[in-house]
């Protein structure tokens, strides 16, 4: 069965740095693209970026371009998604999900982390 | 950027059928993806290119589009239908991907 599991939800504080992962299983991780994918609690679908698992290219939304960085370590099958400083409007869940080259639709989805940033 | 643009809900009666649109400039030229999502729960993808859909998703879920505009039917509507549906392109120009604004479809 294919595969997304995401690290679990986080609490930190303004001006902390944070790291998420996902985990990809059942499929072959190097011919597919990882996207991160933003949803403030009520609100609907950003998309942030995505990585290709094969080479590493990145492509980030003009929204978070220098925002966050996309990574990817093939060797253990994980994309990540990490902040160097937050704020509170970082606050939101975020998925990973699929992509396989030449198409443009993903599936399937990580179960999403929450990322809480509070004071 | 490009923007696509869904109406915030639809509401349609059990066993009836549920029209759901997104707009977007010239979009019948784009391939359409929609995912459905239930609350708590990870968005599914239900249509691909326009019209295909992934193994599992009932037949009741179909897709169009065409000009301005796409849209994703729901044929019989269930109870279990009730969820937020997004629509998705790819835009070529900027090698991005954009979602639409997401429409909650609520069962009568």
């Known amino acids: 069965e294919v595969q997304l599991v995401q690290s679990g939800a986080e609490v930190k504080k303004p001006g902390e740095s944070l790291k998420i992962s996902c985990k990809g299983s059942?499929?072959?991780?190097?011919?597919?693209?990882i996207a991160w994918v933003r949803q403030v609690p009520g609100k609907g679908l950003e998309w942030m970026g995505i990585?290709?698992?094969?080479?590493?290219?990145?492509k980030y939304s003009p929204s978070f371009q220098g925002q966050v960085t996309i990574s990817a370590d093939k060797s253990i099958r994980t994309a990540y998604l990490q902040w160097s400083s937050l704020k509170a409007s970082d606050s939101a869940i975020y998925y990973c999900?699929?992509?396989?080259?030449?198409?443009?639709?993903?599936?399937?989805w990580g179960q999403g982390t929450l990322v809480t940033v509070s004071s | 950027s490009y923007v696509l643009a869904q109406p915030p809900s639809v509401s349609v009666a059990p066993g009836k059928t549920a029209r759901i649109t997104c707009g977007g400039d010239?979009?019948?030229?784009?391939?359409v993806h929609w995912y459905q999502q239930k609350p708590g729960q990870a968005p599914v993808l239900v249509i691909y290119?326009?019209?295909d859909r992934p193994s599992g998703i009932p037949e009741r879920f179909s897709g169009s589009n065409s000009g301005n505009t796409a849209t994703l039917t729901i044929s019989r509507v269930e109870a279990g239908d009730e969820a937020d549906y997004y629509c998705?392109?790819?835009?070529?120009?900027?090698?991005?991907?954009?979602f639409g604004t997401g429409t909650k479809v609520t069962v009568l």
């Open positions: 999900a699929r992509q396989m080259g030449g198409t443009f639709w993903f599936d399937p």
């Open positions: 059942g499929y072959s991780f190097s011919i597919y693209w």
């Open positions: 990585i290709s698992l094969g080479d590493s290219e990145t």
């Open positions: 010239n979009i019948g030229s784009k391939s």
């Open positions: 290119y326009d019209s």
């Open positions: 998705q392109v790819w835009e070529s120009g900027s090698d991005h991907f954009v």
